[in-house]
DNA sequence: TGCCAGGCCCTCTTTAGGGCCTT
């Protein structure tokens, strides 16, 4: 059965759009199966000035911004491209809240499941010391390209770290193949309960699901 | 110069507090 997720990241004037922050960039990675297939990324002009800090962090200047396509645009076109399938964004909530309120603004529901990559990444390695973006890809290291805190680098980045993550529970509970609705179950359960979890999940599902002994 | 949000999650918790993570 063929699978595809979307994985999304924005850039933003700032942490929420209740205080008025607006996003400026967005990118998105098409995943089918255990494969990425597509990246695409946009800046985007919603008239809103980034304060400097977020200009050092991103790299994204007002005057860049003020050349981009209009936000409404942007965000018509990746209401299309998402439709129904599941998104994936790295501390979902932030981003969620984003798509939220500019797809609100332009009638646009949100239809997807959302899931959150950071979620799952503390139930599955509860011993890394840290689950920033940026330092989960180093630990083993992932494919990466591009900077950081830039829409399409991140987005991607978060696509590898998906991947690895169903790849090593695929390997570690023998599973031949790891349902989206496990991962969204795995998220939503404290970290305590994750092994005890995915074996379960295994258990229920039958023999069919095994790799091998 | 310093502060700003919101959700999640752990613990010295649950009638709370504080750290982490996103820009």
């Known amino acids: 059965m063929t699978q595809t997720l979307i994985v999304l990241d924005f850039e933003t004037t700032g942490m929420s759009p209740d205080q008025g922050a607006r996003p400026t960039e967005a990118a998105r990675v098409r995943i089918v199966n255990d494969s990425i297939v597509d990246c695409y990324q946009s800046l985007m002009n919603a008239g809103a000035h980034a304060p400097r800090f977020i200009t050092k962090l991103t790299g994204i200047t007002n005057a860049m911004v003020r050349e981009a396509p209009g936000v409404d645009r942007v965000m018509r076109e990746l209401h299309e491209f998402v439709g129904r399938h599941p998104v994936v964004a790295h501390n979902a909530s932030f981003d969620r809240q984003f798509l939220e309120a500019e797809w609100l603004r332009l009638g646009l529901p949100l239809a997807s499941t959302v899931l959150c990559s950071l979620r799952v990444s503390r139930r599955l390695y509860p011993e890394v010391p840290s689950h920033r973006l940026g330092a989960l890809v180093e630990y083993p290291p992932l494919p990466r390209r591009g900077c950081s805190h830039r829409a399409l680098a991140d987005a991607e980045m978060t696509a590898h770290l998906w991947l690895r993550m169903t ?40 023999l069919t699901e095994f790799t091998g002994s």
């Open 167 to 206: 790849a090593d529970i695929a390997w570690h509970f023998r599973y031949r193949e790891v349902p989206l609705d496990l991962m969204q179950q795995l998220q939503s359960i404290s970290r305590n309960q994750a092994v005890t979890y995915l074996e379960s999940y295994r258990g229920r599902r039958g």
